[in-house]
């Protein structure tokens, strides 16, 4: 087994983020460190990270949060802000989060400690949907919405075919609801401002099969057999 992937199944964390482990020299292969994204690892083998030792486990969990705005999906901060982790206080298991919210946006965000779920819920070949509830400052024209469902550049990138409806509009504000099969930094922020729009408020409210439900801001649960029928599909694909 590849080592990005070893320590992605031992909840580490996603396997993208377990390639920066590895590149800064973090991981160590029986006692000497790794920078090698292609070296394997055996059964007999020792893993550290840190200099902890990390084993593979299938004692997966799977946690959605409602996010807060004021809060990055982080582990730490060097500039002191609040962090994702704070609200899991009474999660035990060492779990990550897949995918990331910006500090000022809020709605639904998966935590857990299965890497190779994370890895496939985030990578783009993947077009998982991710909907968003989405408000602008004035109102927004069918063509404006054409274009932003057709594709637009958001700086050196034009985004794919999206899904744009308006659920309520009045001459201060629109509300939209905007599905997504990426999930590029800041991505919708930049969509709206593609077409000189504001966005003043934007909360993601589904991935996939999961919906965010009743959950109040900085609440988390355990997904429900519903949710994880929807994740033992994906991992049986």
Do not use: W
Request: proline share 3%; charged share 30%; aromatic share 6%.
């Amino acid at each position: 087994m590849r080592i990005n992937k070893y320590l992605a199944q031992a909840g580490l964390a996603s396997r993208r983020k377990a390639e920066d482990l590895i590149k800064a020299g973090k991981v160590k292969l029986n006692g000497k460190v790794v920078t090698e994204l292609a070296t394997d690892v055996k059964p007999t083998d020792s893993v550290s990270v840190d200099n902890n030792h990390v084993n593979v486990s299938n004692n997966y969990v799977y946690y959605k949060l409602n996010k807060p705005k004021g809060y990055i999906c982080t582990a730490s901060d060097e500039r002191g802000r609040k962090t994702v982790m704070e609200l899991l206080r009474g999660v035990h298991t060492r779990v990550f989060p897949v995918g990331r919210l910006d500090y000022d946006t809020e709605g639904l965000l998966l935590f857990t400690n299965d890497g190779d779920l994370a890895n496939f819920l985030t990578k783009p070949k993947s077009e998982v949907e991710k909907t968003y509830n989405v408000t602008i400052e004035g109102t927004i024209t069918q063509n404006e919405v054409k274009k932003l469902s057709s594709g637009v550049d958001i700086g050196g990138y034009t985004t794919k075919p999206c899904s744009v409806a308006v659920v309520e509009s009045n001459p201060d504000t629109t509300k939209l609801k905007v599905t997504i099969t990426e999930g590029k930094n800041r991505q919708i922020r930049k969509m709206f401002e593609a077409i000189n729009k504001n966005v003043t408020f934007l909360k993601r409210v589904q991935i996939g099969e999961i919906h965010l439900g009743g959950l109040s801001r900085g609440e988390y649960v355990k997904l429900n057999s519903k949710e994880m029928k929807y994740i033992n599909k994906i991992k049986s694909n």
